[in-house]
C-alpha cells in the first residue's frame, strides 16, 4: 500500500515522490529477504521492491532535469543498471507482466516517458502475502513479547566538485585544495541518533589523498531529510601517465555504529597526471591530449594494456618530434617521403623506449609498411603542396587500418609531414594530435584506433608575420 501511494503521488508529481519510493523500497527489500511462505511469492516482492528503486531514481532524474541540474542523466543511469542487476537476480519469463515495465525503463529518454514506468507497476497485480516469521521461545506460560523490526535508513549521495558535478575519472591537479561538496537525502532520521557521518574509504596509499569526513546533526524537519555540507580534498600523489584512476568510496553511518544502505553517487574515481613529473612526449600539450586518447582507446572492447602502452610509447615519441619541429623547425626546405622515413627512423631510434625494436619495411596484408614498433604500425605521408587538414588524415586512414588488422592489432599510427608553405602562424601542436576509431564494412564488430599526428615542417619566420604598415 505504502508503495502504490508513492506511486500515485510520483504522478502527481510530488516533490518528496522520490524518497518516498526509495524508502518504501528498501523496505520491501528487507521483507523479501526475510522470506514468504512460498519461494514464487518472495520472488515477485523482490522483483517489486527492485522495480520500485528504478521508478525512485526515475523520479530523481525527472526533478534533477526540470530543476536544469548538471549530470542529472545519472539517476537514468543508475535506474537501468539497478534494472539489470534486478533482472540478473530474478531473471523473467517471456510473458510476465514485468516485461512491460522492463522494456518502458530500457527505453526511457524523456522524463514523460517515466509516466508509463509508474502506472505499468501500478497495473501488474501481486499476490496475498504471508511473511515468515521468526519462531519465539515459550516461556514459563507466557509468549515473549515481539519485537517491531527496525526500519532500513537509506543515504542517496551526490557528489560535486567546486560547484561541478563529479564526473567518473574526475581529472583534478595535484596539491591543488578543491571544495568537495555532497548532498544527503536521509530516508529517516532514527531516534536517539545524534550525529551522521559520511566516511571516505579508499585501499589508496593514505599519504596520496586528503579526503573530508562530513558531519551532520538532527535537523528540526520532518522525514526525508535533505542535507548539504562542503570540506575541502586535495590529492598529493599524482597517477603514473598509464595508471587506473584512484578509487575512493562514501558510506554512511550513524555515530552509533549503526549502518545505513548507501545509494546514489558514492564511488568516485580520480585522475591526477603531472606532465612535468611523468612526461611522456616532453610536451605539455601533447601529453594532455594523449591523455585524451587512453582514456578513448581504453572504451573500445577488449583491448589489451600491452597494446595500448605500445601505442602511447609510439605516439608519445612521435609528439615528441613534432613538438621539436614546431618548436626549432625540424623539416624546412624541400624534402622527399624517403628522406622524411630516414629522418624519422633515425630520431625514433634516438627514443630510449623505442632504440633496437623499431623495425623498417615490414611485410604486411600484402604490402610494406614504413615503420613498426612491437608490430604497432606507424605509417608515414608526405604532402607539400598545400596546408594539411583532418580531411588530409582521413584520406589516408583505410590504408593504415588495412596494416594493422593484417597484423592482428587493434592499434596503429599515421603521421603526415606537411612541408607546405605557410603563410600563417601554426596553432598549438597538441591540435596535431587526435585519434580515430573505425569499424569494419558491416559497421559491427572490433574498432580499430587510429592515433594521427600531423608534423608540421617548413615555418614562416615569426618576424615575416608582422603587419605592413600602409602608405600615407
Request: net charge negative; aromatic share 8%.
Amino acid at each position: 500500500m505504502k508503495a502504490r501511494e508513492a506511486l500515485l503521488s510520483a504522478l502527481d508529481g510530488a516533490p518528496t515522490a522520490a524518497d518516498d519510493l526509495l524508502a518504501t523500497a528498501a523496505d520491501l527489500r528487507s521483507l523479501a529477504e526475510l522470506g514468504f511462505t512460498l519461494e514464487t511469492t518472495t520472488r515477485e516482492y523482490a522483483l517489486f521492491g527492485g522495480f520500485v528503486e528504478c521508478a525512485a531514481r526515475l523520479a530523481s532524474w525527472t526533478a534533477s532535469v526540470r530543476a536544469c541540474e548538471q549530470d542529472a542523466d545519472r539517476f537514468l543511469r543508475g535506474a537501468k543498471v539497478f534494472l539489470r542487476d534486478t533482472i540478473s537476480a530474478y531473471p523473467l519469463e517471456p510473458h510476465e507482466p514485468w516485461q512491460t515495465c522492463k522494456t518502458l525503463i530500457e527505453q526511457a529518454t524523456d522524463v514523460d516517458d517515466v509516466t508509463g514506468v509508474y502506472q505499468s507497476l501500478l497495473s501488474i497485480p501481486l499476490p496475498v502475502a504471508y511473511a515468515l516469521e521468526p519462531k519465539t521461545r515459550r516461556g514459563s506460560g507466557s509468549w515473549e513479547k515481539k519485537s517491531e523490526p527496525e526500519k532500513v535508513v537509506v543515504a542517496f549521495t551526490a557528489f560535486s566538485v567546486n560547484g561541478m558535478a563529479f564526473s567518473k575519472d574526475q581529472l583534478l591537479n595535484l596539491n591543488i585544495g578543491y571544495d568537495l561538496e555532497v548532498e544527503v537525502g536521509l530516508s529517516l532520521w532514527p531516534q536517539g541518533e545524534s550525529e551522521l557521518l559520511l566516511e571516505p574509504l579508499s585501499v589508496e596509499p593514505c599519504d596520496s589523498y586528503d579526503l573530508p569526513t562530513f558531519s551532520f546533526t538532527k535537523l528540526p524537519s520532518k522525514n526525508p531529510l535533505s542535507l548539504k555540507a562542503s570540506h575541502r580534498m586535495v590529492v598529493k600523489r599524482a597517477n603514473s601517465f598509464l595508471a587506473r584512476p584512484m578509487e575512493f568510496t562514501y558510506r554512511a553511518r550513524f555515530s552509533s555504529l549503526r549502518e545505513i544502505t548507501t545509494e546514489g553517487q558514492r564511488h568516485l574515481s580520480v585522475r591526477c597526471f603531472d606532465p612535468q613529473k611523468d612526461p611522456v612526449s616532453g610536451y605539455n600539450q601533447v601529453d594532455h591530449k594523449l591523455v585524451e586518447v587512453r582514456d578513448a582507446a581504453r572504451r573500445l572492447v577488449g583491448i589489451s594494456d600491452n597494446d595500448l602502452n605500445n601505442l602511447l610509447i609510439l605516439m608519445g615519441a612521435v609528439g615528441n618530434i613534432a613538438g621539436q619541429s614546431m618548436q626549432d623547425n625540424l623539416f624546412k626546405g624541400s624534402w622527399t617521403e624517403d628522406a622524411f622515413q630516414a629522418e624519422m627512423r633515425r630520431l625514433l631510434r634516438s627514443y630510449p623506449m623505442i632504440g633496437s625494436e623499431l623495425e623498417e619495411h615490414p611485410h604486411v596484408s600484402a604490402g610494406i609498411t614504413d615503420l613498426s614498433f612491437r608490430h604497432t604500425r606507424l605509417e608515414l605521408k608526405f604532402i607539400d603542396d598545400h596546408y594539411v587538414t583532418r580531411d588530409d588524415v582521413l584520406l589516408h586512414l583505410p590504408q593504415t587500418i588495412q596494416y594493422i588488422a593484417g597484423s592482428d592489432r587493434r592499434f596503429g599510427v599515421l603521421c603526415i609531414l606537411d612541408v607546405s608553405p605557410k603563410q600563417g602562424a601554426p596553432g598549438s601542436v597538441g591540435d596535431d594530435v587526435s585519434y580515430e576509431v573505425s569499424l569494419g564494412p558491416s559497421g559491427r564488430g572490433l574498432p580499430i584506433g587510429v592515433g594521427t599526428i600531423i608534423v608540421r615542417g617548413n615555418l614562416s619566420r615569426p618576424s615575416t608575420l608582422r603587419p605592413k604598415r600602409k602608405p600615407k
